[in-house]
């Protein structure tokens, strides 16, 4: 019997290859053009009249839109199932424009406490200057998150899997809380990638992805992602127009480019983070291993119903003090040293050390950043390589 989930997802090769790629560009090129360019002009003075009158679907200024954009949107919305999608310069962008845009004033929000964490600090920092408060629960609590529920609550935001402990949140559960207090239901789906999970199918409102890690894929651009329904893009999308987080041309050709070969590669790298894990867990030097696709992890059942794929992300808390930890990172040959995820690199991070750094001790270890937690972020290098190196430092620590 299979060990994921059997539904199939709309991402599939053909359409990461083809899907939101018209033919007949530019001189018969076959691949989308890059309009690089800021403005874009008009016949005349009736071109312009009838574009103000919304009766000429042209741009008139990059800030709010590019032809090459446009495609990577429509390849990214048919990947993810999604009516309508909309990038932007980051995937922070992307957090940042979303939330701003469906939150004022008065209005509350909920999020779980495991995520990434300049969302959490966007929240502490920029929704309460504007009078937006913010309730941290546990990922995976649902009476918690039920209970935090207020009548000016707007949007309950998520990960899935969470950032670094990938704890998976039950989607089904989540869209039954969402509907029943009718709130919007936001998850940031950048770990599970649309090869992995569509959460949309789930009745999702809203998706996000941090492009810059397995979409793009090769730690070569910055972008961010939200797909939903149309009349919610298209409300994001003029808040955009003033944020000014628009992605460039040349960034969104690249992204094009990452997004053809997602496919093959986040494939790979689901089953080398698999095997990875698996070894781990035999492991007599490694304490404890993150990664939903092991039968040990608290929320494999739910993983193995709303996933195809557990991500190439593996966290695992080494049986070492701080500085057995960082010689183990430090004795690994094939991954750098980074904090980012989901290119053809493989990196690795000791997240107490970096994106962590700022937090008292006790703080960071009662949201589980423990100093012997590491983040392994495998790319798309044979798999066998990636396991003898990693058993070499163990071995050798
Ligand atoms: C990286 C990341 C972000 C932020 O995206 P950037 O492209 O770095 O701005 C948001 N959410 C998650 C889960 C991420 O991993």
Redo the contacts with the bound molecule.
């Keep these: 019997m299979s060990e994921k989930c059997e539904t199939p997802v709309p991402c599939s090769g053909t359409r990461a290859v083809h899907a939101g790629e018209e033919r007949g560009h530019w001189g018969n090129s076959l691949t989308v053009p890059i309009a690089q360019t800021s403005t874009y002009v008009f016949e005349d003075t009736h071109a312009v009249k009838a574009f103000v009158a919304g009766k000429n679907p042209q741009i008139d200024y990059g800030r709010y839109g590019n032809p090459t954009q446009h495609a990577a949107e429509s390849k990214l919305a048919e990947l993810e199932g999604a009516e309508a999608a909309i990038l932007f310069s980051?995937?922070?962008?992307a957090?940042t424009t979303t939330l701003l845009g469906m939150l004022s004033t008065g209005h509350h929000a909920v999020i779980m406490d495991d995520c990434?964490r300049?969302?959490a600090q966007f929240c502490q920092m920029v929704l309460k200057k504007f009078g937006i408060e913010t309730t941290f629960v546990h990922a995976g609590d649902y009476a918690e998150l039920e209970g935090a529920i207020r009548d000016n609550t707007r949007v309950i935001i998520s990960?899935s899997p969470t950032?670094p402990h990938l704890n998976v949140i039950d989607l089904e559960k989540l869209v039954d809380i969402g509907k029943r207090h009718r709130v919007k239901t936001i998850i940031?789906s950048?770990?599970a990638t649309p090869l992995n999970q569509c959460p949309l199918e789930f009745g999702i409102d809203l998706v996000i992805h941090?492009?810059?890690?397995y979409l793009g894929g090769h730690n070569d651009l910055?972008?961010?992602a939200v797909l939903g329904n149309a009349p919610l893009i298209g409300a994001i999308r003029d808040y955009r127009g003033i944020l000014g987080g628009v992605i460039d041309p040349h960034c969104a050709y690249l992204l094009i480019r990452g997004i053809k070969t997602f496919p093959l590669r986040m494939g790979k790298q689901n089953e080398t983070a698999l095997m990875l894990a698996r070894f781990l867990e035999k492991h007599d030097r490694v304490k404890r291993v993150y990664y939903p696709g092991l039968e040990s992890h608290p929320h494999h059942d739910v993983a193995k119903a709303q996933m195809r794929g557990f991500g190439g992300l593996v966290s695992f808390d080494l049986d070492a003090d701080e500085a057995g930890t960082l010689d183990f990172i430090d004795r690994l040959k094939i991954p750098c040293i980074g904090a980012?995820?989901g290119g053809v690199e493989s990196l690795v991070s000791h997240p107490a050390s970096i994106s962590y750094y700022e937090l008292a001790r006790e703080d960071r270890l009662a949201i589980g950043i423990a100093d012997e937690l590491v983040r392994y972020a495998v790319g798309i290098e044979d798999a066998e390589d990636i396991i003898a190196d990693v058993r070499r430092a163990l071995d050798a620590v």
Excluded: C, I, R
């Design positions: 980051s995937g922070m962008s957090v990434y300049k969302t990960e950032n940031d950048t770990f941090s492009a810059t890690k910055m972008a961010g980012s995820l």
